[in-house]
């Protein structure tokens, strides 16, 4: 993901965002991805029953916190989403918190410690996203317009470097898949956050430092721009 906003952003600078940019990119993105298959070893982990109890319980608490989430959501004006929320949530929120630090202590997948963390990340994130459907705050309106401009006429000037990253990405992926664009700008953080974020400190404190991959995933709960995200 680095390396593809990074390119787009170049060729961005050099050229535009135009459609047939697009189009090279994603034929490139294509062949690496092809060239490296061999490298990419995909296969479903042997879960043991205690997997199936922590991974079922885990997911049914963060349906429960979703679902509510959803159906609180509000278009008026509320300066925190919290004080939309039932006091019970924070209950159901804290059980799930404490049920995400230890299911990488008790269950034998690597992989589903990993899903468990992820799928909490992705809960928290989207408390914001869920409950306010018309944003939060005015700079979503701003991004929004200027990745709809880039989208229509393969760049604005003048061409600034803040967002740029984010902006191009956003666009490259609202035309390759057709997703509408204002989806992919407000979810496109909160997703590669969760996904990276515990593979990143998993990967690191397990391979560099030899800490148990329970300890690594748990540590990403003290990432300090996690709490800014």
Do not use: C
Request: charged letters at 10%.
């Amino acid at each position: 993901t680095t390396l593809l906003g990074t390119g787009l952003s170049v060729m961005y600078y050099v050229s535009g965002l135009w459609t047939w940019v697009i189009v090279l990119s994603a034929l490139i993105l294509a062949g690496v991805i092809y060239l490296t298959r061999p490298a990419l070893k995909i296969s479903l982990p042997k879960l043991a029953r205690a997997d199936w109890l922590w991974g079922g319980g885990i997911l049914v608490i963060e349906a429960i916190l979703l679902t509510t989430l959803y159906t609180h959501r509000t278009y008026g004006v509320l300066n925190s989403p919290w004080r939309a929320l039932p006091l019970w949530f924070f209950g159901v929120y804290f059980i799930g918190m404490i049920a995400t630090l230890a299911a990488p202590w008790f269950v034998r997948s690597r992989a589903l410690a990993y899903v468990t963390t992820a799928l909490h990340l992705f809960t928290t994130f989207g408390v914001t996203l869920i409950m306010y459907p018309l944003g939060f705050g005015f700079d979503g309106f701003i991004h929004r317009a200027t990745e709809d401009w880039i989208a229509a006429n393969g760049f604005i000037l003048p061409k600034q470097p803040v967002y740029i990253g984010q902006y191009t990405l956003v666009v490259w992926l609202a035309k390759i898949t057709a997703i509408p664009l204002h989806l992919i700008d407000s979810w496109l953080v909160p997703l590669l956050a969760s996904l990276t974020l515990p593979a990143l400190f998993q990967r690191l404190f397990t391979r560099v430092w030899n800490f148990p991959n329970a300890l690594a995933l748990n540590l990403t709960w003290l990432y300090p721009a996690l709490y800014f995200l």
